[in-house]
């Protein structure tokens, strides 16, 4: 599987929007981009996924650059609950791999 | 999206004994993945459970300490053998949901085992 780089951690206030980036620069034509997130003491929950488009849905949105060389996952008005581990993780097969991920924190 | 009761939801176990952890699927399924988190680490994948076949396993991870069990398509079951304090992690189940409105795979909430 390919690999991901994503920073250790990132902060944010409250209601304010988030960008979570992701490189992945040995991304294949067929690796779809997916975002998983562990909240403290919880398996982890799918966030989105995508393979060449923008991607919205309840919970956050998904830009990818056009040459799929990075990601970024938005979170548009973070709140409290949002602080969790992002995981960003590309997949061609049917098994998530997961990397080291992004710790969030947000503050009031 | 599909519901995972996992049980037991934690344990302390003695060195040098076994454990069998159930994940019990409320829709049939066809792969199911066990993961193990050791404390303050990412997941990593120990094996893929086919219904029918015997599991897949990832490197540095076999059969004889980690038998999985696959019978039906809702259930399955991860034995850790031989415990040792190593083996302190929380271990989780996960399946792929297609019939999810938002395609993906769902984890159950985990088994925290502690080998003293």
């Known amino acids: 599987d390919a690999k991901t780089t994503q920073p250790n951690s990132m902060e944010s206030n409250e209601e304010e929007p988030v960008h979570l980036p992701c490189n992945h620069s040995?991304?294949?034509?067929?690796?779809?981009i997916h975002w998983y997130r562990q909240l403290p003491s919880q398996g982890p929950e799918y966030v989105i996924h995508g393979l060449t488009s923008n991607v919205n849905n309840r919970m956050a949105s998904l830009a990818i650059a056009e040459d799929r060389k990075s990601s970024t996952l938005i979170l548009h008005r973070a709140t409290l609950r949002d602080a969790a581990v992002y995981y960003c993780i590309l997949m061609d097969t049917d098994k998530l791999i997961f990397g080291t991920g992004t710790r969030l924190q947000v503050f009031p | 999206s599909a519901v995972i009761s996992q049980k037991p939801s934690r344990d302390i176990c003695q060195r040098g004994t076994s454990l069998t952890i159930q994940c019990q699927v409320d829709?049939?399924?066809?792969?199911m993945f066990w993961y193990r988190q050791q404390p303050g680490q990412s997941l990593t994948l120990i094996a893929t459970a086919n219904q029918g076949s015997e599991a897949t396993y990832e490197s540095g991870f076999v059969i004889d300490k980690f038998p999985i069990s696959r019978p039906n398509l809702t259930f399955s079951t991860l034995t850790v053998s031989n415990m040792s304090p190593e083996d302190s992690s929380i271990y989780l189940c996960s399946v792929e949901d297609r019939g999810a409105a938002d395609y993906g795979y769902t984890f159950g909430s985990g088994t925290r085992l502690t080998v003293v």
């Open positions: 829709s049939q399924v066809t792969m």
């Open positions: 040995t991304i294949s034509g067929t690796d779809y």
